[in-house]
């Protein structure tokens, strides 16, 4: 929690997960480097998914770091109350999946770093304080958007006919990298790095680029991943579908057929959707 009177040491950065790639390397770093200089996450551990890491590959731009928190339901709920004392909670939820995000715009990050000898409360506006010095992180600059994913561990076995609008499910929280990167739906979002904060210390553990997700980037190529029957899948949204095209990707006519197929069997896809901006 963000108290008055919060004192703590500037952490140090371990990346424990050298994949030898050097422009997949210092792309991490430089991600990471962001994330432990500017300091606003609680103790825990993550995973950090999404457009971000399929970036470093496509060299495209970073709009934002997503951020997946991975634990059990009082985990997840420690460290979304941490940071919801000082910033807003947005929830989404359809039948079987809910989402809790919390946006940490990079103009908000400075004000909340950890180091600081004195960090805002809920009852100080952080935009009428002289801003500190902005940590050197080799230019790079992002918002962060954290996000705790619950899901319905009995979806795939559920009639969607069977299931009301307003019913809720959702009730297992994503504790490993595997569960994060399964509910994405295209071969394209499946990296990911997994990281834990702790004792002043952040250390990347694993970073996970499987084969499929490197060579449909590299060839450009939309491709639905296939299910695990474990996780419900997230189906790509027209809106996605459009920014990935202009971004240069591709898809044959099978993509279309499988997605349509998804769409019908899929009710996961309502009111609910990730962007792997």
């Known amino acids: 929690m963000f108290n008055e009177g919060f004192i703590g040491a500037k952490m140090s950065y371990f990346n424990n997960a050298i994949t030898g790639i050097n422009e997949i390397d210092n792309g991490i770093n430089t991600y990471f480097n962001f994330i432990n200089n500017s300091n606003v996450l609680p103790d825990g551990t993550y995973v950090l998914a999404g457009g971000c890491m399929r970036a470093l590959l496509d060299k495209t731009r970073v709009r934002d770091l997503d951020v997946y928190i991975l634990g059990d339901k009082d985990e997840h709920n420690r460290i979304v109350e941490d940071l919801g004392n000082t910033l807003t909670i947005q929830k989404f939820a359809n039948p079987f999946a809910s989402f809790r995000v919390v946006n940490v715009g990079a103009d908000v990050s400075k004000y909340m770093n950890r180091d600081k000898p004195k960090v805002i409360s809920i009852d100080e506006d952080p935009f009428m304080t002289p801003p500190p010095q902005w940590p050197e992180t080799d230019g790079f600059v992002a918002p962060i958007q954290l996000t705790s994913f619950a899901y319905d561990k009995d979806y795939f076995s559920r009639f969607p006919a069977e299931v009301k609008a ?112």
């Open 166 to 277: 307003d019913e809720r499910f959702a009730d297992t929280h994503v504790s490993s990298i595997k569960e994060v990167v399964n509910s994405f739906d295209l071969t394209l979002s499946k990296a990911a790095a997994e990281f834990t904060i702790g004792s002043g210390i952040l250390s990347v553990n694993t970073v996970s680029i499987p084969h499929d997700c490197l060579i449909d980037i590299c060839m450009r190529k939309l491709r639905l991943a296939t299910s695990d029957k474990v996780i419900p899948q997230q189906l790509c949204t027209i809106k996605r579908f459009h920014k990935l095209i202009k971004l240069g990707y591709d898809v044959d006519e099978g993509f279309y057929l499988e997605w349509k197929t998804r769409l019908k069997a899929n009710p996961h896809v309502l009111e609910c959707e990730y962007d792997d901006d």
